[in-house]
């Protein structure tokens, strides 16, 4: 069953975006369970249409023999159906292992790769979690993409995933 939240996240304006970072943190919860298994996760950014507009992360078995950490990528859903499908794996700087439970932070630098040719805008950061033997859960942070604005927000999954929070600065 896939569970979507979406959540309004306060924008603050301060600094120029160009030239910075985009910080993401991401909680995977520690869950007593009979069969645990590390979530396969996918961060992507999203423009106001609804188009892929940055492919930040996968976490997934990349390890496995014969690339079979690949094929449960289906399950990342909303990822697979917009952009996972047509990618070729591993991507170089995208593609990583599954995470432990707790806080995992990623940072990106904002004058290089797919965040770079952003046109301002609105956008959403996505965060997609798929476990084996457990649940699926999607979560939205909203914001905006201007010169001279930073950002942060924060929202939090019900159970697959924790407290998420973004910080976009110059």
Do not use: C
């Amino acid at each position: 069953m896939r569970k979507l939240l979406t959540l309004a996240v306060p924008v603050v304006a301060a600094g120029a975006a160009h030239a910075g970072t985009l910080e993401i943190s991401v909680e995977i919860p520690k869950l007593t369970v009979s069969e645990y298994h590390r979530p396969y996760i996918a961060i992507w950014i999203e423009d106001a249409s609804g188009k892929v507009a940055a492919n930040l992360n996968v976490w997934y078995a990349t390890k496995l023999d014969n690339d079979e950490g690949e094929k449960w990528l289906k399950d990342i859903r909303q990822w697979w159906r917009r952009t996972g499908r047509g990618l070729d794996l591993p991507i170089d700087g995208v593609s990583s292992p599954t995470k432990p439970p707790g806080k995992n932070v990623v940072k990106f630098d904002t004058s290089s790769g797919p965040i770079a040719s952003l046109a301002p805008g609105d956008y959403k950061i996505i965060v997609e979690a798929s476990r084996e033997v457990g649940g699926k859960e999607l979560v939205e942070l909203p914001f905006k993409w201007a010169p001279g604005a930073d950002a942060t927000g924060s929202a939090s999954g019900k159970e697959e995933l924790g407290a998420i929070s973004f910080k976009l600065t110059k």
